[in-house]
């Protein structure tokens, strides 16, 4: 290597590119995949469905407006690295508490710019997501290796590493932020919660903060549990509903998971979001199947097949529904306008339904939230 801030970013099928180190430095493996968003990198690094995995952002300039602890989806990076075109050298916000660099050095992160994304972005297209390695210390024969011998995302139980090891309340700030007008003081920036309706239990395989806030928000109190309980610990709580949230990796991989979920069917009303989805999927007796290069960023097309109506949606996952391995009491709701990939089912007997992408991720902008509406409403019509 010519320096230490010089970096390789080296793909399983021998690609190569060379950029510029930041935050970090060393080696780091994991499955390269892209992200279309125009904004919210730290949501997108801090999102536990990116475990296992290296993230390019499409978008040219990333780091401009810093990093807030408010707007993290955990509690720290969730990302193996960072792959962009240009890290801005000023983050300038008021809400701002640090830059993008230092909080990846900070957290020992390591990120690689100057990086042509169109290029990457189109390969991986075409050849579909892979095994990548980003290294400051090898050389690119040694990275191709590097990547080759890393674990692939099929078949991998990402789950157990992101999963919340004690179960927990969730009582962190779940007030809505809002930008202020000129004549509101810093407190006005946060709207009400409203009184707690309903208790819910959310499995945690991966849970984004923003989805915990979103159902407070809407009158939820919760209970976050570990991606190992029981469905008779669960119903020892007496919820008035359950919640499957999102999370990382091969969600044909979590057989453990989809017997507890199935034991669950027709005791609770349930709601699943992205892994949730999947994982009902198999609870149902459905098969779910890897994506060429999987849906990534905030623009993605989804048709309510109920009312005909169309939402632009925020989306991250790398696995989809296969729509004939579905059993007859299930009701496709959505699909994804692109591919007509599954995006929404609901079972047409037990009071349970998921949604493929993320209405909490603020798509449309709002195109998407009518889903905790909806789940409130089962649960008052199975009450």
Same mark, same amino acid.
Not at 287 to 297: D, I, V
Not at 359 to 380: Q, R, S, T, V, W
């Given at each position: 290597?010519?320096?230490?801030?010089? #970096? =390789?970013? @080296?793909?399983? %099928?021998?690609?190569?590119?060379? /950029?510029?180190? &930041?935050?970090?430095?060393?080696? $780091?493996?994991?499955?390269?995949?892209?992200?279309?968003?125009?904004?919210?990198?730290?949501?997108?690094?801090?999102?536990?469905?990116?475990?296992?995995?290296?993230?390019?952002?499409?978008?040219?300039?990333?780091?401009?407006?810093?990093?807030?602890?408010?707007?993290?989806?955990?509690?720290?990076?969730?990302?193996?690295?960072?792959?962009?075109?240009?890290?801005?050298?000023?983050?300038?916000n008021f809400r701002s508490?640090?830059?993008?660099?230092?909080?990846?050095?900070?957290?020992?992160?390591?990120?690689?710019?100057?990086?042509?994304?169109?290029?990457?972005?189109?390969?991986?297209?075409?050849?579909?997501?892979?095994?990548?390695?980003?290294?400051?210390?090898?050389?690119?024969?040694? #990275? =191709?290796? @590097?990547?080759? %011998?890393?674990?692939?995302?099929? /078949?991998?139980? &990402?789950?157990?590493?992101?999963? $919340?090891?004690?179960?927990?309340?969730?009582?962190?700030?779940?007030?809505?932020?809002?930008?202020?007008?000129?004549?509101?003081?810093?407190?006005?920036?946060?709207?009400?919660?409203p009184p707690v309706q309903?208790?819910?239990?959310?499995?945690?395989?991966?849970?984004?903060?923003?989805?915990?806030?979103?159902?407070?928000?809407?009158?939820?109190?919760?209970?976050?549990?570990?991606?190992?309980?029981?469905?008779?610990?669960?119903?020892?709580?007496?919820?008035?509903?359950?919640?499957?949230?999102?999370?990382?990796?091969?969600?044909?991989?979590?057989?453990?998971?989809?017997?507890?979920?199935?034991?669950?069917?027709?005791?609770?009303?349930?709601?699943?979001?992205?892994?949730?989805?999947?994982?009902?999927?198999?609870?149902?007796?459905?098969?779910?199947?890897?994506?060429?290069?999987?849906?990534?960023?905030?623009?993605?097309p989804v048709k309510d097949?109920?009312?005909?109506?169309?939402?632009?949606?925020?989306?991250?996952?790398?696995?989809?529904?296969?729509?004939?391995?579905?059993?007859?009491?299930?009701?496709?709701?959505?699909?994804?306008?692109?591919?007509?990939?599954?995006?929404?089912?609901?079972?047409?007997?037990?009071?349970?339904?998921?949604?493929?992408?993320?209405?909490?991720?603020?798509?449309?902008?709002?195109?998407?939230?009518?889903?905790?509406?909806?789940?409130?409403?089962?649960?008052?019509?199975?009450?």
């Amino acid at each position: 290597m010519k320096d230490s801030h010089t #970096a =390789i970013l @080296a793909l399983e %099928d021998g690609r190569t590119f060379i /950029g510029e180190a &930041f935050g970090h430095t060393g080696t $780091t493996t994991g499955e390269i995949c892209f992200n279309t968003s125009m904004t919210g990198y730290q949501e997108i690094i801090t999102d536990p469905s990116y475990r296992g995995q290296i993230v390019t952002l499409t978008y040219p300039l990333i780091g401009n407006y810093g990093v807030n602890p408010e707007d993290a989806e955990s509690a720290g990076p969730q990302v193996r690295g960072l792959v962009i075109g240009e890290l801005s050298p000023i983050a300038s916000n008021f809400r701002s508490h640090q830059s993008l660099g230092d909080y990846f050095t900070e957290h020992k992160i390591i990120g690689i710019e100057d990086i042509d994304t169109r290029a990457l972005t189109k390969h991986l297209r075409t050849a579909g997501a892979m095994r990548s390695c980003i290294t400051t210390e090898l050389t690119a024969e040694e #990275a =191709i290796q @590097a990547a080759k %011998d890393s674990a692939p995302m099929a /078949g991998s139980d &990402f789950v157990k590493e992101v999963s $919340t090891e004690e179960n927990f309340h969730w009582d962190k700030e779940s007030r809505l932020w809002n930008i202020p007008s000129p004549s509101q003081n810093r407190d006005g920036h946060y709207e009400e919660l409203p009184p707690v309706q309903y208790n819910i239990v959310a499995y945690d395989f991966g849970v984004k903060y923003n989805i915990l806030r979103s159902m407070r928000q809407q009158g939820f109190d919760i209970t976050v549990v570990n991606s190992r309980t029981t469905a008779e610990e669960v119903l020892a709580l007496n919820p008035d509903g359950i919640f499957l949230s999102n999370g990382p990796g091969d969600p044909a991989a979590l057989d453990y998971i989809h017997a507890e979920v199935k034991k669950l069917l027709g005791k609770k009303p349930i709601f699943g979001i992205c892994l949730g989805h999947q994982i009902l999927t198999h609870a149902f007796g459905g098969t779910t199947y890897k994506l060429k290069f999987g849906h990534r960023g905030g623009n993605q097309p989804v048709k309510d097949l109920r009312n005909d109506k169309v939402a632009i949606t925020a989306q991250n996952h790398g696995f989809a529904t296969d729509p004939e391995s579905l059993p007859d009491d299930v009701e496709i709701t959505h699909i994804n306008l692109n591919d007509q990939t599954v995006e929404g089912f609901r079972h047409k007997t037990y009071p349970a339904f998921s949604v493929q992408y993320h209405p909490e991720a603020a798509p449309g902008p709002n195109d998407a939230k009518y889903f905790f509406e909806e789940f409130a409403a089962l649960i008052e019509a199975n009450k």
